[in-house]
């Protein structure tokens, strides 16, 4: 069976993502968001695709900035839907609005996106499905792994003779870490 790790070093596409952000420790609730965002459209499509429309995701999402996308209305969900450069489902864009709405009032409380997912933190898998479909709207268990397997929430994105592990290990993310 091929990983990650065979096929998107030297890609025209995964590359950079398998080498400088996948399993990368993330803090930044913009990011974050991102990968939210990238990860609920991606269910059901290749994640080269998601790659492909990352740009057009940024310009959709106002940069991903949660606060801007919380405020979206009606004129903002047209937009979307009509969106070429984005995948146009309504599921899918309801739910970023949604999460984005959710990801405010967790920045209320918890200070930032980051210090809520850390504050939770060490859960098994089935714990963090769980909490993020209490949470957030359309949580599979695919989307919840690969958001938390992106961020260094949960192990699995390079083999241990990759060399992107090691760069990764020095970062000491949070699966590393156990507390």
Known sequence: MS????????HPVHA?????????????DAVLFERLI???NQAGLSWELMLKKREGFRAAYGGFEPSVVAAYGEADRARLLADAGIIRNRLKVGAAIENAKRIIEIQNTHGSFAAWIDAHHPLEKDDWVK????TFKFMGGEIVGEFLMSIGYLP???REDCPVYARILELEPAWRRGD
């Open 38 to 40: 990238l990860e609920i």
């Open 156 to 158: 699995g994105t390079h």
């Open 131 to 134: 909490l993020f479909r209490k």
């Open 3 to 10: 990983s990650y790790c065979d096929i998107a070093p030297g």
């Open 16 to 28: 950079y993502y398998h080498d400088n952000e996948y399993g990368f420790p993330v803090t930044d």
